[in-house]
């Protein structure tokens, strides 16, 4: 893959902060845009806005296309059955909610069992405490290796006859584990269970097949995978979807009204109230485009490159602890002795370096490593090597600042 190529494809990465070309680390958080689907998003607006599957108008008929057009490109990016299959939404987090709130509500009885990890992101845990509670349910943890990945000899034993909902993040966005969602999916339907996968950290970086992994449910988001902000896809098998209830109500999702009840569209529309992100969704298909003309597999393996150039380079660093695997996805967590993951994210700063700093919406697994707040690097196909030793170089004037402030 030609990095230099790639780069030019992304109009914010040609810019200086704070007097220094940036060093954008933080694409695990939000990744950024290429030209082509900004262009996109603009033509949209530009050339025929206008809502969809409603209107007969060329405008409509021409918007509903490119819609539709978009979900069609995720059902083969995931390699799903059927675009029945796909459903638009605001993102992984709602795509979760939804599973919870409408297959959970449905399907969970007091006594059964929701397993899910310590190291889910807050979004893969907080609906899973919300449906235990409502449903006086058992919320169960797989136990975590101390390098934070998980045994399938312990998967195995913690879903039970009882278990109903099996729900794990297939990338930590912390500790960068890559967990093996084809095994954890068999364990779980042995016992009956559904697997639910948030693919928020997994869908922009390896080639996923949803079929190959037999997961039921899986979410992910647009803006971390070169799309926009606030569209995201839950992936469901079409016959769990056929049976589960809406959780938004009004317009575009309904077959019938009266006066005293209604009925729902086919899948996926009656998972999609209201108008939807039109936008968002042609945008999100764009990026797709975008990043199989790079290839998939190209990105996985500059990747696996820059996180084993990273590591190495700070395995040769004193004072500074890595959490995680050493095989793992493209990013790494850390802290530094005697500076706060806030203050190490400012200094980085004022040379042009964006790190994340913080919880990471990963409280739980904050104390299991035994911290209060973490930093992060995360690294995607436009970064370089070069980048890389620019943020090594950071921190050594940050170990530098901290220890002659000391």
């Known amino acids: 893959m030609d990095v230099l190529a790639v780069r030019e494809a992304f109009p914010i990465l040609h810019q200086e902060v704070n007097g220094h070309p940036l060093v954008y ?159 954890i999916a068999a364990a779980a339907h042995e016992k009956n269970a559904v697997i639910v996968v948030d693919g928020a950290q997994s869908a922009p970086h390896i080639k996923i097949d949803v079929q190959d992994l037999d997961c039921d449910f899986y979410a992910f988001s647009a803006h971390k995978m070169c799309g926009p902000t606030g569209i995201g896809v839950l992936y469901g098998k079409k016959d769990l979807l056929d049976n589960m209830e809406p959780v938004e109500f009004g317009g575009e999702m309904i077959d019938f009204v009266s006066l005293y009840d209604s009925t729902w569209k086919e899948l996926p529309w009656k998972f999609e109230g209201g108008t939807p992100i039109i936008a968002g969704a042609i945008g999100l298909g764009a990026a797709i485009d975008y990043l199989e003309s790079v290839g998939m597999e190209e990105i ?61 919406c990963a409280q739980p697994l904050m104390k299991w490593l035994g911290v209060n707040a973490t930093a992060r690097a995360s690294f995607y196909l436009y970064n370089t090597t070069d980048e890389i030793d620019r943020f090594v170089e950071g921190l050594q004037k940050t170990k530098e600042y901290f220890g002659d402030v000391i």
């Open 25 to 183: 680390l933080d694409s695990s958080a939000t990744s950024q845009t290429p030209q082509s689907v900004i262009d996109k998003i603009d033509d949209y607006y530009k050339r025929y806005n206008s809502n969809v599957h409603r209107g007969v108008h060329t405008l409509g008929a021409f918007a509903t296309d490119e819609y539709e057009g978009a979900r069609e490109k995720v059902r083969s990016f995931i390699n799903a059955s059927n675009t029945k299959e796909i459903v638009f939404n605001r993102g992984t987090t709602t795509g979760i909610n939804t599973v919870a709130q409408s297959y959970g509500v449905d399907n969970v009885a007091p006594g059964d069992e929701i397993v899910i990890t310590e190291m889910e992101h807050h979004s893969n845990l907080i609906p899973w405490q919300q449906l235990a509670k409502r449903k006086n349910a058992t919320l169960k943890y797989i136990p975590m290796q101390e390098d934070g990945t998980l045994s399938l000899s312990d998967v195995r034993d913690t879903i039970s006859e009882r278990t109903k909902i099996v729900a794990v993040s297939h990338v930590s966005n912390v500790l960068g584990t890559i967990n093996p969602i084809k095994e």
């Open 300 to 360: 996985e393996k500059h990747e696996e490159e820059l996180i084993s150039y990273a590591l190495k380079k700070m395995d040769d660093m004193d004072g500074v602890t890595v959490y995680g695997p050493r095989e793992r996805a493209g990013l790494v967590t850390f802290n530094v002795d005697g500076v706060h993951p806030h203050d190490l994210a400012t200094v980085l700063d004022t040379e042009g370096i964006a790190v994340r700093a913080g919880h990471h």
